[in-house]
C-alpha cells in the first residue's frame, strides 16, 4: 500500500543525514511499530509519510502513485489519518463536533452523519453524556479515544500515530493499542505506531528500529 | 463551507474573548462612524448654507466708468474749461428685470432713495443737524442742492432689505411695504417718529418735496417698525436721525425726486438661488447689461460658512481615515496574536488536509461576526460621539470665523454720505434699502442623524478593516508549517 523508495532526510548538513536510502513497505489491515532512540528521526520519518514534509531525497509511493504527483494537501485529506501525542484535538470544541468537522473537512463517506460519529464514540468508551462536552474537560486518555475515533471516522486508509500512548498511563495505553489493533484487523487500515515503548510496539504486528540511519526490522 | 461552522463554534465557545473583541472593533467602529456622521452633517449643512446664508447681486450705475469718462473729458477740453461734473445713469427697471429672469435669481429688490421735507409732522431733531445737500436720484444731474429732512427709503419689500432680514428693524405694528405697494403712498415710519407725532397706523402725513414744483404729498402710514438703533451719532454728519427714515415703495420715491426717475432705480438687488453659482450669474448679467452699469456680487456669508463647513469636513475625513488606519493595524496586531495562539488548530486544520484559504476565511468569518455586533453597537453609539465632537467642531470654527470677520469686515456700505451735489444721489446704493452683506454669519448647527447610508458606508469601513486586518495576519497562516507546529 504504501512504499518509501530511497528515502532520506537531513536537516542542514547533507552530509549528516538523518537517515538515508530507506526502502520500505506498509500493507493494509497491519500495524507496524517503529521503535528508536530519541532524535534517531523517527518522528521525521513519520512526518514525510504522514505528508506534513518533503522527503530531501528519494520518494514515497501510495498505491504506487507518488505523493509528489497526488499532492501533500490532497493526501492528507482523503488518504492518511494522524494521532498526535498532545491530542491536538480543536479546543473549543465537542468531541461530537471534533469528529464531525474532520469528516467534513475530509469529504468523509459518513460526513454529517451525526448518528455515525456518536457510535464510533460510544463504541471508544465516550458516553453519549460526553460527547457533547468540551474536549478539555475530558482526561488525557478520553481525548486520545476521540483523536483514534476521529482517525476512525475519515475514511484514510492508513493512519499514523506519534507516540499516541506517551501521556497515558498503562491502562489507558493498553486501551488506545486495543483500538489500534482494531482498526488495523477490523478496518483493514495500515496502522503505523512511532513509539519508544517496548511494550506498545511488542502488541504491534511488525516492528521496525531505527539505528544508525537505516531501519532494522525486529520482527 | 464547514469553515462557517468552526468560526461560530469558535467564537461561541471563546465568548470572553468574543466580547473584548467586539468592545474593540465598536470603540474603533464609533469613531469612524462618528467621523462620518460629521463629514456627512458638514456637507448637509453646507448645502443648506446655501439657501440659508444666500447671495446677492447688485445692479448699480457703473462708478468707474463714469469717473474714466470725466477723466478723459477733463484731458480733452482747456483748462479754462469748467471742471466736468460725474455723471451717473440710474438702473432701468427693464434692465432689472431681464437680468430677474436669469435661472440662479430668487427674487429682487429695487432701491431708490431720496429725501423730503417734514411738513405736517416734526422729525426728530438730532444735535448733529442736518448736512445734506444733495437730492434726487443717482446719476442725474442735479440742479438742486437742497435736501430734505427726512430719509425716504424707496424699496419693492421691506422684507427684502438687509435691515429687516437682518433683525436690525423690526416691524412693531402694522405691516411692512410691499411689492402690492406699487404705485401707492403708503409708508412705514419708525417709532420714534412715530410716538413723536402721535401718528399710528392708518394715519395720513404730508411730506414736501424738496426739488422741482415743491409740492406736497400726502402719504399713508401702514406699518411702524423699531430700528434697533437710532443714535444719530452713528450717521454721517450730513444724515438725518435714523429715526427719520421712511420706508416707501421705490415708485414713491421716484415721484419725490421727479418724472424722469420714473421706471428707474438707484440699485436692484438680486437674491441668488445657489450661492455656488453667483459668480456665473454675475457673468450671465453682465452680458445684459451696458457698461454704464455694474453687476457686483457679495456671498461672504456663503462663503464664510463654506470654508467653516469645509474645515470641519476636512476634520471629519481625517478623524474616518485616521482611526481606520489605526483600526486596522489595532486590529491586525489582535488577530496576528490570536492566531498565533491558535497554531495548534491551524496544524490540526492542515494536516487533516484543510485548505490555507478555508482557514483564513474561518478567522474572517469569526472576525465578520463579531465587527456585526460591534456595528449595531457603533450605530446606537456613534450618534452620541458624534453629537460631543460635532459641537466641539463647530464651536471651535465659529470661534475662528468670528475672530477673521472682525479683522476683514468693513465699515458700512458702498454708499455716499450726504451726496455731493452733483451725483443728486442721496445714500446711493449704500441705503438702507440695499443687502450688503452682514459681518454677522451664524455656522449652522451640525444635525448628527445616523441613516441607512452612514451605516451601509461604516459597514464597508468595517468590512474593509477586517479583512486588511486579516490579510495581515495571514501571512503568519500561509507560511506556518504542519510539521514544525504539531511534531516537536
Redesign the interface.
Same mark, same amino acid.
Given at each position: 500500500m504504501l512504499r518509501t523508495e530511497g528515502l532520506g532526510y537531513w536537516y542542514q548538513d547533507k552530509e549528516q543525514p538523518l537517515f538515508q536510502d530507506i526502502n520500505l513497505e506498509f500493507e493494509e489491515g497491519q500495524s507496524y511499530a517503529i521503535l528508536g532512540h530519541s532524535g534517531t528521526g523517527k518522528t521525521t520519518f513519520l512526518s514525510l509519510i504522514a505528508g506534513l514534509d518533503k522527503p530531501r531525497e528519494g520518494d514515497i509511493f501510495l498505491n504506487d502513485r507518488s505523493l509528489k504527483q497526488i499532492g501533500l494537501t490532497n493526501y492528507r485529506r482523503h488518504d492518511v489519518a494522524i494521532v498526535f501525542q498532545a491530542y491536538n484535538l480543536f479546543n473549543y470544541m465537542s468531541p461530537l463536533n471534533n469528529l464531525l468537522t474532520a469528516m467534513a473537512i475530509t469529504n468523509a463517506s459518513h460526513a454529517g452523519d451525526r448518528g455515525y460519529a456518536q457510535r464510533v464514540l460510544n463504541d471508544l468508551g465516550i458516553g453519549d453524556d460526553l460527547i457533547t462536552r468540551n474536549v478539555q474537560r475530558l482526561s488525557g486518555g478520553q481525548q486520545q479515544r476521540v483523536a483514534i475515533a476521529r482517525t476512525m471516522c475519515c475514511d484514510a486508509k492508513l493512519v499514523v500515530a506519534d507516540e499516541p500512548t506517551g501521556n497515558l498511563d498503562e491502562d489507558n495505553t493498553k486501551e488506545v493499542i486495543d483500538q489500534f489493533q482494531r482498526i488495523a484487523h477490523e478496518q483493514g487500515k495500515c496502522v503505523i505506531i512511532v513509539t519508544h515503548e517496548p511494550d506498545v510496539a511488542a502488541r504491534c504486528d511488525h516492528q521496525y528500529r531505527l539505528e544508525n540511519k537505516q531501519f532494522v526490522q525486529l520482527g | 463551507m464547514?469553515f462557517f &461552522?468552526?468560526a461560530w463554534?469558535?467564537v461561541w465557545? &471563546?465568548k470572553g474573548r468574543s466580547v473584548l473583541l467586539i468592545l474593540v472593533s465598536s470603540a474603533i467602529l464609533m469613531f469612524v462612524l462618528a467621523g462620518l456622521l460629521i463629514r456627512s452633517a458638514a456637507v448637509k449643512a453646507t448645502e443648506t448654507a446655501k439657501t440659508d446664508a444666500g447671495a446677492t447681486m447688485t445692479l448699480s450705475a457703473n462708478r468707474q466708468a463714469a469717473f474714466k469718462k470725466i477723466q478723459s473729458s477733463s484731458s480733452s477740453s482747456s483748462s479754462t474749461s469748467s471742471r466736468p461734473k460725474l455723471t451717473l445713469t440710474p438702473v432701468k427697471l427693464s434692465d432689472a428685470k431681464s437680468i430677474a429672469n436669469l435661472s440662479n435669481i430668487k427674487s429682487y429688490n429695487v432701491t431708490s432713495s431720496t429725501t423730503a421735507n417734514a411738513k405736517s409732522y416734526d422729525t426728530v431733531s438730532t444735535s448733529t443737524g442736518m448736512g445734506g445737500n444733495s437730492s434726487g436720484g443717482p446719476g442725474m444731474k442735479s440742479t438742486s442742492s437742497s435736501s430734505g429732512d427726512t430719509q425716504i427709503d424707496g424699496v419693492t419689500s421691506t422684507a427684502l432689505t438687509t435691515d429687516f432680514t437682518d433683525s436690525q428693524s423690526k416691524i412693531t405694528k402694522g405691516r411692512g411695504i410691499k411689492a402690492s405697494d406699487k404705485g401707492t403712498n403708503n409708508v412705514v415710519i419708525e417709532k420714534e417718529l412715530a410716538s413723536q407725532n402721535n401718528l399710528t397706523v392708518g394715519d395720513t402725513m404730508t411730506i414736501k418735496e424738496t426739488t422741482g414744483s415743491k409740492s406736497t404729498l400726502k402719504v399713508k402710514v401702514v406699518g411702524i417698525y423699531k430700528a434697533s438703533s437710532t443714535s444719530s451719532a452713528s450717521a454721517g454728519p450730513m444724515s438725518t436721525d435714523p429715526a427719520n427714515t421712511i420706508y416707501a415703495s421705490y415708485t414713491l420715491a421716484n415721484t419725490i425726486k421727479g418724472s424722469k426717475y420714473a421706471g428707474t432705480a438707484d440699485s436692484v438687488t438680486f437674491n441668488v438661488t445657489n450661492p455656488a453659482k453667483a459668480s456665473a450669474t454675475k457673468k450671465a448679467g453682465n452680458k445684459l447689461i451696458s457698461s454704464k452699469y455694474s453687476l457686483s456680487t457679495d456671498d461672504s456669508s456663503y462663503q464664510s460658512i463654506k470654508a467653516s463647513m469645509n474645515n470641519v469636513e476636512g476634520f471629519a475625513n481625517k478623524i474616518v481615515w485616521l482611526v481606520a488606519i489605526a483600526g486596522t493595524i489595532i486590529l491586525a496586531l489582535i488577530v496576528i496574536l490570536m492566531i498565533r495562539e491558535r497554531r495548534?488548530?491551524i @496544524?490540526? =486544520?492542515?494536516?487533516? @488536509?484543510?485548505?490555507r484559504w478555508k482557514i483564513v476565511a474561518q478567522f474572517f468569518t469569526e472576525m465578520l461576526m463579531v465587527i456585526v455586533i460591534a456595528l449595531a453597537i457603533a450605530g446606537v453609539g456613534g450618534k452620541f460621539v458624534g453629537n460631543q465632537l460635532g459641537s466641539q467642531l463647530v464651536s471651535q470654527s465659529t470661534t475662528t470665523q468670528t475672530t477673521s470677520s472682525s479683522t476683514s469686515g468693513q465699515p458700512g456700505g458702498s454708499g455716499q454720505p450726504g451726496g455731493s451735489g452733483s451725483s443728486g444721489m442721496h445714500g446711493g446704493a449704500g441705503g438702507p434699502g440695499s443687502t450688503t452683506s452682514s459681518a454677522k454669519t451664524k455656522n449652522p448647527d451640525l444635525e448628527i442623524a445616523v441613516s441607512a447610508v452612514d451605516l451601509a458606508e461604516l459597514g464597508g469601513f468595517g468590512l474593509a478593516i477586517t479583512f486588511l486586518s486579516i490579510m495581515i495576519a495571514s501571512g503568519g497562516i500561509l507560511r506556518l508549517?504542519?510539521?514544525k507546529v =504539531?511534531?516537536s
Open positions: - | 464547514n &461552522k468552526r463554534l469558535n465557545a &471563546k495548534f488548530e @496544524g490540526v =486544520l492542515l494536516s487533516l @488536509g484543510e485548505a508549517e504542519p510539521k =504539531l511534531i
